[in-house]
């Protein structure tokens, strides 16, 4: 049986087969050259795409477990394990109140036990938001500016989705809260941190989440939600009649109180029934929104407006009497996008 020899491209490397195919050589003409110089090129581009790639899911990954972590540190607010003893039959007949400022502190951390373990870690911890039933269970913290926690996990770490804090000009002290709070926050693709407040735009997911909850380091809190509006807080509409730079409303006198409610109405995706009046106390939640311009800079934004349950008030929401704004006051620029004065038409 006659043995068959290896011809020279059987014995070709893999190492020479990549110089063939990507090296230019003398042997090659133009054509051949240019094609390889592409070739190169394009490799590069897919690899560096790949480094990026890992380096973002790296630290998307490293941010949630940062996240998640943070979370474990503060006690469940399920309110369930309050009601114990109605389940033997026991009844107060009364309302379960909510924590208010200025209750029992720890002496040792100045904080409400809860919060202890999180202040612990990091003193700029002011609070804890979240929207039962979602993926946003997280702390907040305030910085010195709206800047630094943007990309700054609770750890202090370089992360691009940073955690949730509270506007730097707000005010939280065992005796007194601002009566505006605006907390921001990024936007999860899966559904973290931020991103269930964009689900508000559908109405029927407001009917199955009326309520927030937002403790503080000083007190326990649930928030009956009035509203949901889209922005352009683009600086240079100073000009421009419909900027309305919500987070700017933070310690509001009467006045401002009025105006800020009405304007909420007007440009919110639905009416919830729930009545607010001076006094109350509000939060906003705000996060980048990209129905508009999908861009990491877009300046557009989603604020989710709410009012805290009241001493002794019930947190049940009648969502009965919510209803669809069908007259809502949309951006001109998402208008122009989708040709329609508002997403109900």
């Given at each position: ?161 940073g955690v949730p804090f509270a506007d730097y000009r707000a005010t939280?002290?065992?005796v007194i809260q601002s009566n505006n709070i605006t907390v921001y ?44 509006m889209m922005l352009n807080t683009d600086i240079n509409m100073d ?107």
């Amino acid at each position: 049986m006659q043995e068959n020899k290896p011809t020279n491209e059987q014995k070709k490397s893999v190492g020479q087969w990549f110089c063939d195919i990507f090296v230019p050589n003398k042997n090659d003409d133009k054509r051949q050259r240019m094609g390889k110089i592409i070739a190169i090129c394009v490799a590069v581009l897919v690899i560096a795409a790949i480094v990026i790639g890992c380096v973002v899911i790296n630290k998307y990954a490293v941010g949630s477990n940062n996240a998640e972590s943070a979370a474990n540190l503060y006690p469940s607010s399920d309110k369930s394990s309050l009601a114990e003893g109605s389940s033997s039959g026991e009844s107060s007949g009364e309302e379960e109140d909510e924590e208010e400022p200025g209750g029992d502190l720890d002496p040792e951390t100045g904080v409400i036990p809860s919060f202890n373990e999180l202040y612990k870690q990091n003193e700029d911890v002011v609070g804890f938001i979240k929207i039962d039933g979602t993926k946003l269970n997280l702390p907040v913290v305030q910085g010195s500016d709206n800047a630094y926690y943007l990309d700054h996990t609770l750890d202090h770490k370089s992360n691009p989705f940073g955690v949730p804090f509270a506007d730097y000009r707000a005010t939280f002290s065992p005796v007194i809260q601002s009566n505006n709070i605006t907390v921001y926050g990024h936007s999860g693709k899966d559904g973290s941190y931020f991103a269930p407040v964009k689900e508000y735009k559908n109405f029927d997911f407001y009917k199955e989440h009326p309520v927030i909850t937002f403790d503080t380091i000083y007190g326990q809190g649930q928030y009956k939600v009035i509203g949901l509006m889209m922005l352009n807080t683009d600086i240079n509409m100073d000009s421009n009649p419909e900027l309305f730079n919500f987070h700017d409303y933070v310690d509001m006198d009467p006045a401002q109180f009025e105006y800020y409610i009405k304007t909420v109405s007007e440009r919110s995706y639905f009416h919830t029934g729930v009545d607010v009046k001076y006094g109350d106390q509000l939060l906003a939640l705000s996060t980048c929104d990209t129905e508009v311009e999908n861009s990491n800079s877009t300046p557009f934004r989603m604020a989710l407006i709410a009012r805290k349950v009241r001493p002794g008030e019930s947190e049940e929401v009648d969502v009965s009497k919510a209803s669809i704004n069908k007259n809502v006051e949309m951006p001109k620029e998402w208008v122009k996008k989708y040709k329609k004065q508002t997403p109900f038409e």
